[in-house]
């Protein structure tokens, strides 16, 4: 079975704080994204990786960044949390595609609960 | 730009009701695929079904069953007899290739609807 796990389930950190979030799979999947998850907003992309040290920004890309150094492993960055970052984010991973063109049933992990004071 | 809608933002129901949940989508793209996930109340989204563009034929898995028209845009979900274990969020989406041909598997989600189903 694919495992996505994400470093905390809840987190709650003060504002102008640098915030890690973790994501890890085990299946070898060269796609991994990030989305937070709002009431009313459904799931927003905010980054994704198709490989190593590859990234590319989603729809709400701005007071984030991201790390993959390895490809099991793909982090989110808040450079300084603030208040409007509260909100829970999910990871996901797949399977890639043909020529950067994938289909795939995307595997998520549990999600962090992240609230910032 | 693509983007979807599931107007229905909270939906309640009784115990083997049967219960659909609206999606319907926009894209310009002629080849795409819709997805449906559920999330249970412990978080983690799971994957339900995927459908692509070219296939217009109805899905039914056990008391699920999608219903796929290109000609409304729609993407449909039933749960026939409904039980409380289906009691969960359910996200509809969509994925297609940008301009540039690729797309990485990046989804565009509908704003979810809660299904709560009572005893």
């Known amino acids: 079975d694919v495992k996505v796990t994400q470093s905390s389930r809840y987190l709650v950190k003060r504002t102008g704080e640098k915030v890690f979030l973790e994501c890890v799979q085990d299946?070898?999947?060269?796609?991994m994204f990030w989305y937070r998850q709002d009431p009313g907003l459904g799931l927003r992309l905010i980054y994704f990786?198709?490989?190593?040290?590859?990234?590319e920004k989603g729809d709400i890309p701005e007071g984030y960044s991201v790390s993959r150094e390895k490809k099991e492993r793909f982090s989110l960055i808040l450079e300084s949390a603030s208040t409007n970052q509260t909100s829970m984010y999910l990871c996901?991973?797949?399977?890639?595609?043909?020529?950067?063109?994938?289909?795939?049933?995307?595997?998520f992990g549990p999600g962090t609960r992240l609230t910032v004071l | 730009a693509q983007k979807v809608t599931q107007a229905q933002t909270e939906i309640s129901v009784v115990e083997k009701e049967d219960v659909t949940l609206d999606c319907v989508y926009e894209?310009?793209?002629?080849?795409?695929?819709l997805f449906w996930y559920k999330q249970p109340p412990s978080g983690e989204l799971v994957f339900l079904i995927r459908?692509?563009?070219?296939?217009?034929q109805n899905e039914i898995s056990g008391r699920y069953s999608w219903n796929f028209q290109k000609s409304t845009s729609s993407f449909n979900f039933t749960i026939t007899a409904s039980q409380v274990v289906d009691s969960a969020v359910y996200f509809c989406?969509?994925?297609?290739?940008?301009?540039?041909?690729?797309?990485?598997?990046?989804?565009?989600f509908g704003q979810g609807t809660i299904l709560t189903v009572h005893p």
């Open positions: 299946m070898d999947h060269e796609n």
């Open positions: 459908r692509n563009s070219f296939d217009e």
């Open positions: 894209t310009r793209d002629t080849t795409y695929y």
């Open positions: 996901a991973s797949s399977p890639p595609g043909l020529a950067g063109v994938s289909y795939n049933e995307q595997f």
């Open positions: 989406a969509l994925s297609t290739a940008n301009a540039g041909g690729t797309s990485y598997g990046k989804l565009t």
């Open positions: 990786s198709y490989d190593v040290k590859m990234k």
